[in-house]
């Protein structure tokens, strides 16, 4: 066989080992993607134009991170922020639209607290997917609701499921560095129904419809 034929063999060859590699690589990105988010990596890509964005989104939120100060609260915030929590929610039965909004404005001065930035909700959400993928879900619907409060548009059930919702979330952002829910067993909650999303549903991890709004939150010190 000619020479040129041998190169051609070579080349060919060797475009299709460098084909292979890629396609390894992409997949193996995309199963760590699939594991670090969840049902945020399902959302992502259901709402973006195609799985490469979807993908190029999640890892840009993985670097935004990285450049972010994000630290645990000390043990004296932790438990000022837990009891400000029960006496909020030991308001709910009378004062139910009044506790969820303050349970949004708590929720709110723990993330600022914690170093995340607060100037859109949008973003602030896709950073909190980092470290919190698994209750990200659980924060939208509530602050949704939320904003529904805010103009009179919710009913004492959309509150109570908002004021679970927003628990889940201050509940992970209460522990320790390195010990929130990705790490933790799930707690066996019922997931919520408002509203029904039509990507894959998260697992019900920090949803709670069955539990009492005036159980005590939990901090560092039950852990």
């Given at each position: 066989m000619a020479t040129w034929a041998w190169i051609l063999i070579a080349v060919a060859i060797a475009?299709?080992?460098?084909?292979?590699v890629m396609m390894a690589m992409q997949q193996r990105r995309t199963t760590m993607l699939r594991q670090r988010f969840g049902a945020e990596y399902e959302r992502t890509v259901h709402e973006g134009t195609n799985?490469?964005?979807?993908?190029?989104?999640?890892r840009s939120r993985q670097k935004q991170r990285k450049r972010l100060d994000i630290r645990p609260l000390s043990e004296p915030a932790r438990g000022r922020f837990a009891n400000e929590w029960r006496q909020?929610?030991?308001r709910f039965v009378d004062q139910p639209t009044t506790t969820v909004l303050a349970a949004d404005e708590l929720v709110y001065r723990v993330m600022a607290e914690r170093g995340y930035p607060m100037e859109n909700f949008d973003?602030?959400?896709?950073?909190?997917?980092v470290d919190h993928p698994s209750v990200v879900e659980n924060y939208r619907v509530a602050h949704g609701i939320c904003e529904q409060a805010r103009s009179e548009r919710?009913?004492?059930e959309d509150l109570r499921t908002a004021l679970l919702r927003y628990r889940s979330l201050f509940d992970d952002l209460l522990q320790p560095q390195g010990d929130t829910a990705e790490r933790r067993p799930a707690p066996d909650y019922p997931a919520?129904?408002?509203?029904?999303?039509?990507?894959?549903?998260?697992a019900d991890r920090g949803v709670d419809r069955g539990v009492d709004p005036n159980a005590e939150p939990r901090h560092a010190a039950d852990t």
């Open positions: 475009v299709v080992v460098v084909a292979l799985r490469r964005t979807a993908e190029a989104d999640l909020l929610q030991e973003e602030q959400a896709k950073l909190i997917s919710a009913d004492t919520a129904d408002y509203p029904a999303p039509d990507y894959p549903a998260p």
